[in-house]
């Protein structure tokens, strides 16, 4: 039995998975991914703790293959902007500073102030934040010197994971397409970035189409791989797995529910984009072949969720990881529909698209002291599912198309409670694959597409994709969820501006 395996270092947990090539999972793992506190919007990743846990996921998956499977091949995919500086013999230089991790605020300020926003962004797609790895090479350079110096290479997460495997280095458009480096339609790195920046080209490696090969497995590794298994080249874990769900065809969008909340759909090209100048939404290449993605982001979503239980389960949050989630999943679904008036602006990590603001501050407006724990939740899950349509519209609107079908993945599309909300606020039906991890199989597509199992996207998709259900909408409650948005829009998004230009903050009008 012929077999592929994607890996997908997460966030919060680096996953790996052997599928069959019809789609089903073999084997899989799950592995915490490591990381280090420094506080708010602060975190960083020692390269060997990252590099062992995704061995402990890989290695426990081949472990359990059933016998006679045979690998044809792996693919990484990971989180974006987040990268390690190497020395010329390959060693990693400084911790990863975690991606979204804010601390080069004042050197994006800088580029900025030099190019200016609409000027990144016709070369980039990207709206400048601090996030993006050209600001962390700008923050090393201020703060450690010494380290950019001796810098001989770049990787990304994804990238890194590879070159441990086989000892050569690549990168995916998609994840170039992260760096804030990447001249998008030239699909090449960005003298005038670089230049800016004080890099030199060769720094960052050579960028290349998803599925081309990196190299092959070494027969000294320690992941328990067949030797010579070939690595092919993997991408940004949400554009993986928009490649999983069909979300390569325009009309469909991808909602992937982790820490943050994404919405992507494709684009079969960037220019009018790019020389129109609207920031609202990310551009980027595609893993599906000569295309491209419009992005954007509810920040925090997963993080807020994780919170509230925490904070309002605290008991149930010491029993395990879902534990407290799961009580407050239940707790909400007893609130009625509005959560008896209380409302939850969920703004807690910052404002994403399509009004971007990273010093916006979340709101809970209307409570009284009848409120119960439960209405704080439902009013929670209401506020990410008011976000998710305001985001969906004003998609809709940048990518000048109807929105088809809307695929949820992720740790959220495995919330019942939490997509039935989705689905009534939008008033569409929430599309839920059966295997909703959808980035261990865009890689594990990615690496049939390298190792010739399949021609393309498209006879991957049709061969690979997991069963799925819709989760319809009421029509009752959407037509009383109508009444809620038009009141979130007039009075409490409204509020929370003049909140926070009284306080200084200036959070996100809407």
């Keep these: 039995m012929d077999a592929l395996l994607g890996v997908d270092v997460g966030t919060t947990n680096t996953k790996a998975v052997a599928y069959s090539l019809q789609g089903?999972?073999?084997?899989?793992?799950?592995?915490?991914?490591?990381?280090?506190?420094?506080?708010?919007?602060?975190?960083?990743?020692?390269?060997?703790?990252?590099?062992?846990a995704t061995l402990a996921a890989i290695r426990t998956v081949v472990a359990s293959l059933p016998p006679g499977a045979r690998l044809l091949g792996t693919a990484v995919a990971s989180v974006g902007e987040a990268g390690v500086p190497l020395d010329a013999a390959g060693r990693p230089l400084y911790p990863i500073i975690a991606w979204y991790d804010d601390r080069s605020t004042p050197q994006c300020a800088a580029l900025v102030a030099a190019l200016g926003e609409v000027g990144i962004y016709r070369i980039t797609g990207l709206p400048p934040t601090p996030?993006?790895?050209?600001?962390?090479?700008?923050?090393?350079?201020?703060?450690?010197?010494?380290?950019l110096s001796r810098m001989a290479r770049w990787l990304c997460v994804s990238d890194y994971i590879a070159y441990r495997l086989t000892g050569e280095q690549a990168m995916g458009y998609s994840l170039a397409s992260r760096t804030m480096a990447f001249d998008l339609q030239r699909r090449a790195w960005s003298e005038a970035l670089l230049d800016r920046a004080g890099l030199r080209p060769n720094?960052?490696?050579?960028?290349?189409?998803?599925?081309?090969?990196?190299?092959?497995?070494?027969?000294?590794?320690?992941?328990?791989?067949?030797?010579?298994l070939p690595v092919f080249v993997g991408g940004h874990d949400h554009v993986c797995g928009a490649l999983a769900v069909g979300a390569f065809e325009p009309g469909v969008v991808l909602d992937s529910t982790g820490t943050t909340e994404a919405e992507l759909v494709?684009?079969?090209?960037?220019?009018?984009?790019?020389?129109a100048g609207d920031l609202s939404f990310s551009l980027g290449c595609h893993t599906a072949r000569d295309r491209y993605y419009a992005i954007g982001s509810i920040l925090g979503a997963g993080s807020t969720m994780g919170w509230v239980a925490g904070l309002l389960w605290p008991q149930e949050a010491g029993e395990g990881s879902d534990a407290a989630l799961q009580a407050m999943?239940?707790?909400?679904?007893?609130?009625?529909?509005?959560?008896?008036g209380l409302y939850l602006l969920p703004h807690l990590a910052g404002a994403g698209a399509p009004q971007r603001n990273p010093t916006s501050r979340g709101l809970l407006a209307g409570l009284h002291l009848g409120h119960t724990r439960g209405d704080i939740a439902r009013a929670t899950f209401e506020?990410?599912?008011?976000?998710?349509?305001?985001?969906?519209?004003?998609?809709?609107?940048?990518?000048?198309?109807?929105?088809?079908?809307?695929?949820?993945?992720?740790?959220?599309?495995?919330?019942?409670?939490?997509?039935?909300?989705?689905?009534?606020?939008?008033?569409r039906a929430v599309s839920v694959p059966e295997h909703p991890e959808a980035a261990t199989l865009g890689a594990a597509i990615l690496a049939g597409i390298g190792a010739g199992a399949?021609?393309?996207?498209?006879?991957?998709?049709?061969?690979?994709?997991?069963?799925?259900?819709?989760?319809?909408?009421d029509s009752e409650r959407h037509r009383a969820y109508n009444a809620l948005y038009r009141r979130v829009m007039a009075e409490v998004r409204p509020l929370a501006a003049e909140l926070g230009r009284r306080s200084g903050a200036t959070p996100n009008a809407g």
């Design 24 to 52: 089903a999972p073999l084997a899989s793992a799950s592995i915490p991914t490591p990381f280090v506190s420094e506080g708010a919007r602060r975190a960083h990743q020692r390269p060997e703790d990252l590099w062992q």
């Design 131 to 147: 996030i993006f790895s050209l600001n962390k090479l700008l923050w090393l350079r201020d703060h450690e010197p010494d380290v």
């Design 203 to 228: 720094q960052l490696p050579p960028p290349h189409p998803e599925g081309t090969l990196v190299g092959r497995v070494a027969a000294s590794n320690a992941a328990g791989l067949p030797e010579g």
């Design 266 to 275: 494709a684009l079969p090209e960037v220019h009018d984009y790019l020389e």
């Design 329 to 340: 999943t239940r707790s909400a679904a007893e609130s009625p529909l509005g959560a008896n």
């Design 383 to 427: 506020g990410m599912a008011i976000e998710l349509r305001l985001l969906l519209e004003a998609l809709e609107g940048y990518a000048g198309h109807a929105i088809e079908r809307l695929v949820a993945v992720g740790g959220g599309a495995r919330n019942a409670v939490w997509t039935q909300i989705k689905a009534d606020v939008l008033g």
């Design 454 to 473: 399949f021609r393309d996207e498209r006879e991957a998709y049709a061969e690979l994709a997991p069963p799925s259900r819709a989760v319809a909408p």
